[in-house]
């Protein structure tokens, strides 16, 4: 997936350099900063949506 630009999400801690990549496209990828090697998850932009907005609501 070398067109799709990385970059860290905003909902990464950083905490012990626990960091999540996001590319956003027709599909957004998300993958492991320390394990890219491994691959990627792909979203369709309704199922992202919906993982942030339950992320967002959930009691923690």
Known sequence: MSDREWHKSSYSSGVNNDCV???EGQSVLVRDTQNRELGHLAFTTPE???LLNTLKTSQR
């Open 21 to 23: 990549e996001v590319a």
């Open 48 to 50: 992202w949506t919906g």
